[in-house]
């Protein structure tokens, strides 16, 4: 089964600055797909991002950007322009298994 | 927005009561999901199937149980709450994509306090 590990409980950002949320994963799937969620406080859990393990090229949303390292297993979010709205937990899942979040605090 | 609808969404019960929290999808997903949250913690997988007649334990030992006798249908059922039971349950759906799991959409969730 995949496992999936962020290691940032909580990070902090300024508004407009930037900031990076980490996550790597294990798999012994040779094709599989990678994703981001957001979870606002007390709404629905939904996708910011996603990444399909066999194209190199690093998927971009917006604001929202991924450092995807194939080989060393990593999937890192890049959160560029920061808004108050960009506030929520966030969770790397790989598969049906998910990361244990990291909670982002945007300052005004 | 998502297709997916969950109820109840609040429900406050006593303990030892049965319960069934609701879930269906509207879009055709083989693939269903329960996980058990609470706030603001991770998601804990406790049950996952992938189409009609077939449901598999996730990695969270839990007591309640699922059926899955219909595509759109996936409720949970809980014989007997207790305090322990106490949690925000959140259902979801994927199709596949190829050999893997696509996107996971999910419902607003239902809150249980056993009492």
């Known amino acids: 089964a995949q496992t999936v590990t962020q290691s940032q409980p909580e990070m902090s950002v300024q508004e407009a600055e930037t900031v990076t949320l980490s996550c790597t994963y294990d798999?012994?799937?040779?094709?599989?797909?990678l994703f981001w969620y957001k979870q606002p406080p007390s709404r629905q859990m939904i996708l910011v991002i996603r990444?399909?393990?066999?194209?190199?090229q690093n998927a971009t949303e917006n604001r929202f950007s991924v450092n995807f390292q194939k080989a060393a297993k990593s999937f890192s979010l890049k959160i560029s322009d920061s808004q108050l709205g960009d506030a929520a937990m966030y969770f790397c899942?790989?598969?049906?298994?998910f990361g244990a979040g990291t909670r982002l605090t945007v300052k005004p | 927005e998502a297709d997916i609808y969950q109820t109840p969404r609040y429900l406050v019960i006593g303990t030892g009561k049965k319960i069934t929290l609701e879930c269906s999808q509207t879009?055709?997903?083989?693939?269903m999901y329960w996980y058990q949250q609470d706030p603001g913690m991770e998601l804990h997988l406790i049950h996952y199937?992938?189409?009609?007649?077939?449901?598999e334990k996730g990695d969270l030992s839990s007591e309640s149980t699922v059926s899955r006798i219909r595509t759109e249908h996936f409720p949970l059922t809980l014989e007997s709450a207790r305090p322990s039971h106490t949690s925000q349950y959140l259902c979801?759906?994927?199709?596949?994509?190829?050999?893997?799991?696509?996107?996971?959409?999910f419902g607003e969730g239902s809150r249980l306090t056993v009492l």
């Open positions: 979801a759906s994927s199709e596949w994509q190829g050999a893997s799991t696509g996107e996971l959409f």
């Open positions: 798999t012994s799937e040779s094709d599989y797909y």
């Open positions: 990444q399909e393990a066999y194209k190199q």
């Open positions: 899942a790989s598969d049906m298994r």
């Open positions: 879009m055709g997903h083989d693939k």
């Open positions: 199937s992938y189409g009609v007649n077939s449901t």
